[in-house]
């Protein structure tokens, strides 16, 4: 298998679990893409909106940081932050 399509199919399961609704199965199979392809930007946008649908926006604004390392137009992670960082001013 190329480390592509291994990378497709690591991702294939980790998304499945996040939009079933299985966050702590989906952040777990995102961090092996982390251990094998650090790169993956996509691990790191799926991270934040976990860490962020668990209200946890620290962590979440980390993970959009990292993606935009990586991808630095991503829109996801540039709408999220901006999303996280207006809470943090309403508050």
């Avoid at 996509?42 to 991808?71: N, P």
């Avoid at 630095?72 to 960082?85: D, L, P, R």
Wanted: aromatic share 12%; with cysteine.
């Amino acid at each position: 298998m190329t480390e592509e399509k291994e990378l497709d199919k690591l991702l294939e399961l980790a998304n499945f679990y996040f939009l079933n609704s299985k966050f702590e199965e989906a952040e777990i199979e995102f961090c092996k893409v982390l251990e094998k392809y650090p790169k993956c930007w996509q691990a790191y946008c799926g991270l934040g909106l976990i860490y962020e649908e668990r209200q946890d926006f620290v962590k979440a604004k980390q993970m959009y940081d990292k993606t935009l390392e990586i991808d630095k137009e991503n829109k996801v992670a540039k709408e999220h932050i901006s999303k996280i960082t207006g809470m943090d001013n309403e508050q």
